[in-house]
């Protein structure tokens, strides 16, 4: 059972007419309410009678009632007007804030096996699978469209929480986003530790010397450790050496085993990595300028076409997918927050125009939507459908989807 069943069966009034709550009173539902669509609870001025006392107000759905503790709903305001808690599994009592227990009905005491409510989705479905279909196109559409706005905003507000915490440093927040998306989905996490450690200005000390930018970087990610299997790397080393000790560093801030390298394709190996974005910052010393000023996708790609050292071999140009990746996590989110900051229209729309000029991704979660119908037409409208799943079809927010509200509402 899930919360799009439980509306479904709740809407339609389809339960007995002789109900009981949790606490033994009789209860008649008069009217269901209004679905909700907003903040607060599923539904709105529902109107009920406890025994023979008439209520009016919200009712909030859920398929156990301790998911009202997990949704935090008991600080939130909104959900004082509650008047029924409508539950398929009642594993733990809930209170008001006065302490008084809400009421609750246990659906799974009334509906019957062979209920006619919609298929309950098998595991990697979507709960609204079966009914996806018939939705309108222009509905699935308007969805995509809000999803795409609700993913760029919460990547926006991640650079913009960097800005925070650098005092609007534009060029420290731009190089500590980057260098996480050079980490990637596997080293994100240590990629940005490190870069946060090991500040651009010193980076941009050693521009002239692409040795000892690597040192650093290396020698900080732990990745120079003892054993070293050739010169370069022993090179590399005696140069960390060095600099360690005129800036007074501590031991490596991480270590060799903080890095994955299991399973990954030569090019995604960390080290390469590492060396791509050395190489990157060293070169392009004011990306943040240069990114304002690109107008071509093409055009920007050039600046992410750094030669490395022949050391690194063959596994030195950053493929198509990387760049994709790098220009959804970092490039097109800094325009966007760049643009709202200096209320500067122009970058935005620059922005929004590069994410439907990039490819859609292909993953298992956009493959789901493509099976279903949905022709992703670009980067946009793939990140959107990754939005959409992680915000609203794996948390069942079907109330709050124009899809699952459409399946819902009767025509």
């Known amino acids: 059972m899930n919360e799009l069943q439980m509306t479904y069966i709740w809407q339609r009034r389809q339960l007995p007419t002789s109900l009981k709550i949790t606490s033994g009173e009789i209860i008649h539902v008069i009217f269901p309410g209004f679905l909700n669509g907003h903040a607060g609870a599923d539904f709105q001025h529902a109107r009920i009678r406890i025994n023979e006392l008439e209520w009016i107000g919200a009712v909030e759905l859920h398929v156990k009632s301790s998911d009202w503790l997990l949704h935090q709903h008991a600080q939130d305001k909104s959900y004082e007007n509650v008047i029924l808690h409508v539950v398929w599994e009642n594993d733990v009592p809930i209170s008001y804030p006065d302490g008084k227990l809400i009421p609750t009905l246990c659906l799974s005491h009334y509906i019957p096996e062979n209920s006619d409510h919609p298929r309950i989705a098998e595991k990697g479905e979507l709960v609204c699978q079966a009914g996806f279909l018939a939705v309108d196109p222009g509905i699935k559409s308007k969805m995509l469209r809000r999803m795409l706005f609700e993913r760029v905003n919460q990547k926006c507000e991640e650079i913009h929480k960097l800005l925070r915490e650098n005092k609007f ?10 260098a996480k998306s050079f980490g990637f989905s596997l080293n994100a996490e240590p990629m940005f530790r490190l870069a946060k450690n090991l500040p651009l200005k010193i980076i941009l000390r050693y521009r002239d010397r692409p040795l000892g930018i690597e040192a650093a970087l290396f020698g900080m990610a732990g990745l120079l450790e003892e054993p070293l299997a050739d010169d370069y790397m022993m ?22 085993s903080d890095w994955k390298m299991l399973r990954l394709r030569p090019a995604n190996f960390p080290q390469i990595r590492l060396a791509q974005f050395a190489e990157i910052i060293r070169a392009n010393c004011a990306l943040l300028s240069l990114l304002l000023e690109m107008q071509e996708l093409k055009t920007l790609r050039l600046l992410f076409e750094v030669p490395l050292d022949p050391y690194w071999g063959k596994h030195t140009r950053l493929g198509t997918q990387a760049f994709r990746s790098i220009c959804i996590n970092t490039l097109i989110p800094m325009l966007v927050c760049y643009s709202r900051e200096r209320k500067q229209e122009a970058y935005e729309q620059k922005a929004f125009r590069w994410l439907a000029e990039l490819p859609a991704e292909n ?10 119908g949905l022709d992703l037409l670009n980067a946009g409208e793939s990140q959107a459908c990754l939005h959409w799943h992680r915000h609203y079809c794996q948390t069942k927010q079907c109330l709050h989807c124009l899809v699952g509200r459409a399946i819902l509402t009767p025509t």
Request: hydrophobic share 35%; with cysteine; proline share 0%.
């Open 363 to 372: 993953n298992q979660i956009t493959r789901i939507y493509q099976e279903l």
């Open 169 to 178: 440093d534009w060029e420290e927040a731009f190089y500590l986003s980057l």
């Open 235 to 256: 090179e590399l080393r005696r140069e960390y050496v060095h600099l360690k000790k005129k800036h007074a560093w501590e031991d490596c801030l991480l270590k060799k």
